[in-house]
């Protein structure tokens, strides 16, 4: 069984109207939880490194909507009540880790009520915001893809490792065809991992029928004089109909021209720093570390909620690189004891990529927020 650190997790086997333990809520809950989700007077303090600091009652008030039984609350030094589950004698709390090795007494402690809580409406909204984020993760409905790569000339040899919201569903070869289940969503984002600009799908749920069938071709365009790239079509009212896409084009060169930069919107220039951290880090650490937007870069994927790649950085500043100037230029770069601080750097992210997925983990808060924020504007 995964181990996890909050308390009762080895006896939280109870199970809800959807068959879900507290254990797959924690599982949930940590893509979720943020500092948006965070009571305010800890909003400066929480990190990726302690993700579940100040969530506690709208957690616990959260878990007790599917699980039922009642909400306690251990009385802290600053006068507040950290709140725990407690359902048919089993004991969770799934908020305890941010105490780190302090031991919580969990004895003789008061029932705490909603109503109370709610009381303040800055809680009331986070308690909304995180249940309508895990109800959209947690969905059980699912939309069938039927998927048919039609045959090509062009780029033959080549399996599409195929992505939907940033899940990845499976590979497909030159004339095969795929069928997956995925939850079902207001948009539907295909795209490739390593082939991000080689062509992409939108599909928007209202445009479609109420069916719980979406059957895709992908077609080769190109690939003659010119590059080759995959277009998308829809089957709807008996015949193909082309998808549209998400264009990079117009972030990838925001990357290189500060004219085209200072004319996006925020959301845009979130999205180019993270496109240009893409392109670093797939290289090396170094590349990241050289790079004039480096803390910008850094900003805007942790914005978008990347963690793996956050935390690994977190620890090369500030466990290599403290008090040395940031970025590395090329003399720095050259002296003996800042490479060897950069080979160290890149092992860190190495490991990142192929023990904690931290690619995909980029990937999917990428197509995320562009489902969240850019959308509309390019379906």
């Known amino acids: 069984m995964k181990e996890y650190r909050f308390y009762g997790w080895e006896t939280a086997d109870i199970k809800d109207a959807n068959g879900l333990t507290p254990r797959d809520y924690y599982d949930i809950l940590s893509n979720i939880w943020c500092a948006d989700t965070c009571a305010p007077r800890m909003r400066n303090e929480w990190s990726v490194h302690n993700p579940t600091l100040g969530q506690c009652s709208i957690t616990a008030f959260l878990l007790q909507d599917f699980f039922g039984g009642r909400v306690y609350g251990i009385l802290r030094p600053d006068g507040n009540y950290h709140c725990f589950n407690v359902v048919d004698g089993c004991v969770f709390d799934l908020t305890s880790e941010q105490f780190g090795d302090e031991v919580l007494d969990y004895s003789n402690c008061p029932e705490q009520f909603r109503e109370t ?12 915001y995180l249940r309508k984020q895990l109800l959209k993760l947690r969905k059980h409905e699912k939309m069938h893809f039927h998927i048919v790569r039609k045959w090509a000339f062009a780029g033959a040899l080549l399996p599409y490792k195929l992505f939907i919201n940033g899940d990845y569903v499976g590979f497909l070869t030159n004339g095969k065809t795929l069928d997956v289940d995925v939850s079902k969503s207001d948009f539907y984002f295909i795209d490739e991992l390593f082939a991000p600009y080689d062509g992409n799908a939108i ?12 059957s895709i071709e992908i077609r080769r365009a190109g690939g003659w004089k010119t590059n080759s790239y995959k277009e998308f079509f829809v089957y709807q009212n008996g015949e193909y109909v082309n998808l549209p896409s998400f264009d990079y084009t117009h972030y990838v060169h925001a990357c290189h021209s500060d004219t085209t930069f ?3 919107t925020e959301q845009e220039k979130r999205i180019v720093r993270c496109l240009e951290f893409r392109e670093a880090v797939s290289d090396a650490a170094d590349e990241v570390l050289c790079s004039e937007t480096l803390f910008d870069m ?5 914005c978008i909620g990347v963690k793996q790649y956050t935390i690994a950085f977190d620890a090369i500043l500030e466990q290599l690189f403290a008090g040395i100037a940031l970025p590395l230029d090329d003399k720095m770069r050259n002296n003996r004891d800042i490479a060897a601080k950069i080979e160290k750097a890149n092992q860190i992210v190495r490991n990142c990529v192929k023990l904690d997925g931290a690619m995909e983990e980029l990937h999917k808060c990428l197509v995320t927020y562009i489902i969240e924020h850019l959308t509309d504007s390019h379906s």
Not at 117 to 128: N, S, T
Not at 203 to 214: F, G, H, P
Not at 298 to 302: E, G, P, Y
């Open 262 to 264: 200072s004319g996006l």
């Open 117 to 128: 809580h709610f009381a303040k409406e800055e809680k009331r909204l986070r308690y909304e």
């Open 203 to 214: 599909i928007c749920a209202s445009n479609m029928d109420d069916s719980d069938l979406i």
């Open 298 to 302: 850094l900003h805007a994927i942790k």
